[in-house]
């Protein structure tokens, strides 16, 4: 009995292990699972490529890649990329809102039971200060002070001051 039992227990487990898909893991090696996307402009959406090696014995499919949020858009490689080649992921993100950014899209593999995550990261700024990061900042203007309008007898004049070791010359408001 004991040895129809212990039979038994092996025959299932070889069964199990026949059937068992892979791990991604197994299948397929990123060049780099997070990409740091740096420094990004408002409104002004960057790619970043994921490259992914076939490692496995048999073509490699890429059933899906999606992004875990709607600011990011991902595509990638349809077509099997066979055992030795690479194909690639691409994630899209809608640098809308300012501050850091961690998004993160999971690739499923076909024939492969788990997925795997993979991240861009980086920093959304405003447009004065991604020019100021990247160095191509407008040059400052000359600062001049706020407008006034004073009254002079029945003459109403509109006066700015002058910025320091300059002269103003401005003639009195027409519409006034």
Do not use: R, W
Request: net charge positive; aromatic share 6%; with cysteine.
């Amino acid at each position: 009995m004991k040895k129809l039992l212990f039979s038994l227990a092996a025959v299932a487990l070889s069964i199990t292990a026949t059937f068992a898909q892979a791990k991604a893991d197994d299948l397929a090696k990123f060049k780099a699972e997070t990409i740091d996307q740096g420094k990004l402009q408002i409104d002004n959406p960057v790619t970043a490529t994921f490259v992914v090696t076939n490692t496995g014995t048999k073509d490699l499919l890429i059933e899906s890649a999606n992004p875990t949020c709607g600011c990011t858009i991902g595509d990638y490689t349809k077509t099997p990329i066979k055992p030795g080649q690479s194909g690639e992921i691409k994630a899209t993100y809608n640098a809308k809102g300012l501050g850091a950014y961690d998004k993160h899209l999971t690739v499923k593999f076909a024939g492969a039971d788990d997925m795997k995550s993979i991240t861009i990261k980086g920093e959304v700024l405003n447009a004065e200060d991604y020019a100021k990061y990247k160095g191509t900042a407008a040059p400052a203007t000359m600062a001049v002070a706020p407008a006034t309008v004073t009254k002079d007898a029945n003459k109403k004049t509109l006066a700015a001051a002058a910025p320091q070791g300059k002269t103003s010359k401005k003639k009195a408001c027409k519409k006034c």
